[in-house]
């Protein structure tokens, strides 16, 4: 599912004295297939964003494209587009209310009118995908559960509509650190393993240095940035932090040995290509 923004601006409360420019003049392109991660610091108008590409919000000018269907003409009938575009917001097991996890998941394909059998073929498919047993878990309260089982919970009741786009908003926020490394986890082999088109907001830019394919950098309600992860993170490190954000820890610690002398690249992302790096240097050392 493809994704084409043309001079998106969007104002809380135009018109009132109060008014506040929380998108201005954005315009980009997601591809097919591709795994985008959107970062930002908070107020830089990454939820807002992200509530406009199946309608929730309509702009105050600007065209959005999915598939090349304008989904931000006037009287536009939009199920059929969110059929396609599963959101996950923050914190989306506040949205769980039925009495077993069966029931909750169940609740979106419900309401596609599907057969009973289809329904619950999606419901064992998307427990499957999101790694809770079937047999073990489909009687469970869902309230019963810890916060990264809810968690699996809420994204399972997403992708059991069979979204083409599928969009996470923080979907690691108030976690604790194992919590966040399985969702993360979750998240990237929902990617390898589907065709969903995958956008996901994060302020962790390790995990977002590891598993995006393209990152989009927002700030002020502009897009200050958009590349690879080893475009944005190596070639601006320094206007990052000066908007308020962090670079992924490797890369930091790359700079800083560089810095007493380490004769190392500094465009390293993962700990095994920091560790390679410090490797051939201690080696070419050694030879010395």
């Known amino acids: 599912m493809s994704i084409v923004i043309k001079n998106l601006t969007y104002i809380y409360d135009e018109g009132m004295p109060f008014a506040n420019k ?50 931000t003409e006037e009287n536009q009938n939009l199920t059929e587009i969110r059929k396609r575009v599963g959101i996950v ?13 069966e029931k909750d998941i169940a609740f979106g394909p419900s309401n596609l009118n599907l057969s009973e059998e289809e329904i619950a ?8 995908a ?52 399985e969702i993360f986890d979750l998240i990237k082999k929902l990617h390898e393993e589907s065709n969903m088109t995958i956008i996901l907001s994060s302020h962790s830019m390790d995990d ?18 958009m590349g690879t992860p080893r475009e944005i993170f190596n070639n601006h490190a320094s206007r990052l932090k000066e908007i308020g954000l962090d670079i992924p820890q490797v890369l930091e610690l790359a700079i800083k040995l560089k ?27 050694k030879k010395c």
């Open 22 to 71: 929380a998108l201005d003049n954005v315009s980009f392109e997601i591809k097919d297939r591709d795994f985008v991660g959107l970062i930002g610091h908070t107020g830089s108008g990454k939820s807002t964003l992200i509530q406009h590409l199946n309608g929730l919000i309509k702009p105050s000018s600007g065209e959005i494209f999915i598939n090349d269907f304008n989904i």
């Open 89 to 101: 917001f923050q914190y989306p097991e506040y949205q769980l209310f039925e009495e077993t996890v």
């Open 121 to 128: 073929t999606r419901v064992k498919e998307s427990m499957e």
């Open 130 to 181: 999101v790694g809770l047993d079937y047999e073990q878990y489909k009687d469970k309260s869902p309230f019963d559960l810890s916060g990264g089982q809810k968690r699996r919970v809420a994204i399972a009741g997403v992708i059991a509509m069979k979204p083409e786009l599928l969009i996470l908003d923080e979907p690691t926020a108030g976690l604790d650190p194992g919590g966040r490394d």
């Open 208 to 225: 977002m240095a590891k598993i995006a394919k393209t990152i989009i950098v927002m700030n002020h309600g502009k897009v200050e940035f």
């Open 259 to 285: 810095d007493k002398g380490f004769d190392i690249k500094s465009d390293v992302l993962t700990i095994d290509e920091i560790k390679e790096e410090i490797l051939s240097f201690m080696k070419g050392r």
